[in-house]
């Protein structure tokens, strides 16, 4: 018999079994022992069950509970305002506090209100105690430091403002911890 040599662009017949059998045969693996078999391997045409088509009771749907409030209440926050208020007072009564009581006026600084884009001054602070816009010590802070950074900021160093400003800034962080340790130690335990 005569040796027949292979085209080489012709694939062997027994690649061509192997590949046959690879598309057609899906692989399978191994399926886990259960002593319950599926309901496919029973033969049956019973669905698979998902979250949408579950069989347990459907309920109506309820009104989601309200988380607890962490808003103040009326008297709570009227507490405070009077309680921010004397700080706010304290601040207010500083020897320099004068220059921060009202906004500042267009012809005392022309430039101001573009070089200062959020302007802030101690009668806008009480009045935002007083429309609740402020209602922690946080928001207090914050619009005091506003201030005083204002002041920082437009003023050069070593000008008056710019000293009663900084020196006003660390008077005030001082009321303000104050503040804080006694809203603290106030506040109702929980038993």
């Known amino acids: 018999m005569a040796d027949v040599m292979p085209d080489p662009k012709r694939?062997?017949?027994e690649d061509t079994e192997m590949q046959d059998a690879s598309t057609t045969a899906p692989t399978q693996s191994p399926e886990p022992s259960t002593s319950h078999p599926t309901p496919a391997a029973r033969g049956s045409a019973a669905p698979t069950l998902t979250p949408s088509t579950?069989?347990?009771a459907v309920l109506p749907p309820t009104a989601p509970t309200p988380a607890p409030s962490t808003q103040p209440t009326a008297a709570t926050?009227?507490?405070?305002?009077?309680v921010i208020s004397m700080v706010h007072q304290q601040i207010?009564?500083?020897?320099?506090?004068?220059?921060?009581h009202n906004p500042i006026k267009k012809s005392e600084a022309p430039d101001y209100y573009e070089i200062v884009r959020r302007p802030m001054d101690?009668?806008?602070?009480k009045s935002r105690i007083k429309d609740g816009v402020i209602s922690s010590a946080d928001h207090f802070k914050r619009d005091v430091f506003l201030m005083?950074?204002?002041?920082?900021?437009y003023n050069r160093p070593g000008t008056s403002v710019n000293d009663i400003?900084?020196?006003m800034m660390i008077e005030s962080e001082r009321h303000i911890a104050d503040f804080r340790?006694?809203?603290?130690f106030n506040k109702p335990t929980r038993g």
């Open 11 to 13: 694939p062997r017949q």
């Open 54 to 56: 579950s069989t347990s």
């Open 77 to 82: 926050n009227k507490k405070f305002q009077n």
């Open 92 to 100: 207010y009564q500083h020897r320099g506090g004068n220059i921060f």
């Open 122 to 125: 101690l009668k806008t602070v």
């Open 148 to 153: 005083f950074a204002n002041a920082i900021m």
């Open 165 to 167: 400003a900084a020196e």
């Open 181 to 184: 340790a006694a809203e603290e």
